[in-house]
């Protein structure tokens, strides 16, 4: 049977996850583009404050891309451009032009195309048991440059060529030394940790988070900031959220974040 990704939205919380579970969530052509779908229409929802991707189950968050159909799906040249240009590359993009933060839940395998995705969130919390890895040297093909975007900007050419040259498989805490992972914790630990991290993420001024996103992304490029940027840099003193926050501050008590 084929894969599909699986949606809900509570609370301003959107979850994604990837399910395919007689091959350990590898993501299909069609979960590919379900994934590219649901992350363009959340990208445009302003009630969205923070979104998490997840395997579905506990076994893996995704172990690859589905090899089974790689014989149909890139048997010529132009059907592998299609395939991971305008189904895995456009999903990634998505995911990297989330405007909110994003949020990968990590239990299991997390290998090759499950990689690639968990690289393109914000915060990566992975169980002490999950793996993490890339080899496909061993299947005979490389990986397209347009996927390697994410992890290249997350552990830099050395990480990333060590994970492609050898086709080794991580664990955890070699994963977090590397700079792949943001926290490791305990298996039985990882969803409840993903929910508190979520929650401090939503209890925040939303218009804040997404300028955080923003400017991070913006200073990446390296060119040096205009003037007119500079001044954007301030917008928020014209935000309710701003005053509610200074007022919450000066009375002690906890600010009530609209998003305006």
């Not at 891309?65 to 149909?72: A, M, N, P, Q, R």
């Not at 994970?163 to 943001?182: D, F, Q, S, V, Y």
């Amino acid at each position: 049977m084929p894969g599909e990704i699986l949606f809900s939205q509570d609370a301003g919380i959107a979850t994604l996850s990837l399910s395919n579970p007689d091959k350990l969530n590898a993501v299909d052509a069609g979960m590919w583009r379900g994934l590219q779908a649901r992350m363009t229409v959340i990208n445009a929802d302003p009630d969205v404050r923070c979104v998490v991707l997840r395997g579905a189950g506990d076994k893996a968050f995704a172990a690859g891309g589905d090899i089974e159909e790689f014989l149909t799906v890139r048997a010529t040249v132009d059907d592998a451009l299609h395939y991971h240009e305008g189904l895995v590359a456009a999903a990634l993009d998505a995911i990297r032009a989330c405007p909110v933060p994003t949020v990968a839940l990590i239990q299991g395998a997390c290998v090759g195309g499950g990689l690639e995705i968990a690289g393109c969130c914000d915060l990566r919390i992975a169980g002490e048991s999950s793996r993490f890895g890339a080899p496909i040297n061993k299947l005979g093909f490389s990986m397209y440059p347009g996927e390697m975007a994410g992890l290249l900007g997350l552990v830099g050419p050395a990480v990333l060529l060590e994970i492609l040259l050898e086709g080794r498989i991580l664990g955890a805490r070699e994963a977090l030394a590397k700079g792949l992972l943001t926290r490791v914790v305990d298996d039985e630990e990882v969803e409840r940790e993903t929910l508190a991290t979520v929650g401090r993420i939503v209890k925040g001024a939303p218009l804040v988070a997404r300028w955080h996103k923003q400017w991070v992304h913006r200073l990446m490029d390296g060119r040096p900031l205009s003037a007119d940027e500079k001044r954007a840099a301030f917008d928020f003193l014209a935000t309710d959220d701003y005053r509610e926050g200074l007022d919450a501050f000066l009375g002690k008590r906890s600010p009530v974040f609209k998003g305006r």
